[in-house]
């Protein structure tokens, strides 16, 4: 199974294949949403924009599910490694930043070393 690798917490999360982003950081309590969208967001319909994450790492750029045209629209004018985590089905161990418009300069060492540890392979579930 994947495992998404939440480098501003510190922490790995092992999902099912296609499990949905924003669903799995909420489920395992992490602190997906800035203060505008911890007072309000769409609740996953990709129509806040609050659920900001980039890709910092991902094994042969096929990580997490294509981006979809609510994205393309809300994120036209962010970088193309931010995507919407509301938006995501997570399809191969990945290592993202939740957040990244927030602090990121500060997570300097973190990143690099997110970036330098090899990503562990997704494995089949034997629960299929």
Same mark, same amino acid.
């Given at each position: 199974?994947? +495992?998404?690798? $939440?480098?501003?917490?510190?922490?790995?999360? &092992?999902? #099912? &294949?296609?499990?949905?982003?924003?669903?799995?950081?909420?489920?395992? /309590?992490? %602190? @997906?949403?800035? @203060?505008? /969208?911890?007072?309000?967001?769409? /609740?996953?319909? /990709?129509?806040?924009?609050?659920? $900001?994450?980039?890709?910092?790492?991902?094994?042969?750029?096929?990580?997490?599910?294509?981006?979809?045209? &609510?994205?393309?629209?809300?994120?036209?004018?962010? #970088?193309?490694?931010?995507?919407?985590?509301? %938006?995501? @089905?997570?399809?191969?161990? +990945?290592? +993202?930043?939740?957040?990244?418009?927030?602090?990121?300069?500060?997570?300097?060492? %973190?990143?690099?070393?997110?970036?330098?540890? #090899?990503?562990? +392979?997704?494995? @089949?579930?034997?629960?299929?």
């Amino acid at each position: 199974m994947p +495992v998404v690798r $939440f480098v501003r917490e510190a922490c790995d999360v &092992v999902c #099912p &294949v296609g499990t949905n982003l924003r669903e799995l950081a909420l489920a395992e /309590g992490l %602190q @997906l949403y800035g @203060l505008k /969208g911890q007072l309000g967001n769409c /609740g996953g319909c /990709g129509q806040c924009s609050t659920c $900001f994450i980039e890709v910092v790492a991902e094994r042969d750029g096929a990580a997490l599910s294509e981006r979809t045209a &609510v994205e393309d629209q809300k994120l036209r004018r962010r #970088p193309p490694s931010w995507r919407l985590a509301c %938006q995501v @089905l997570v399809l191969d161990s +990945v290592a +993202v930043l939740t957040r990244p418009q927030v602090g990121r300069d500060s997570l300097a060492k %973190q990143l690099e070393k997110a970036c330098l540890e #090899p990503l562990p +392979v997704a494995e @089949l579930s034997d629960e299929l």
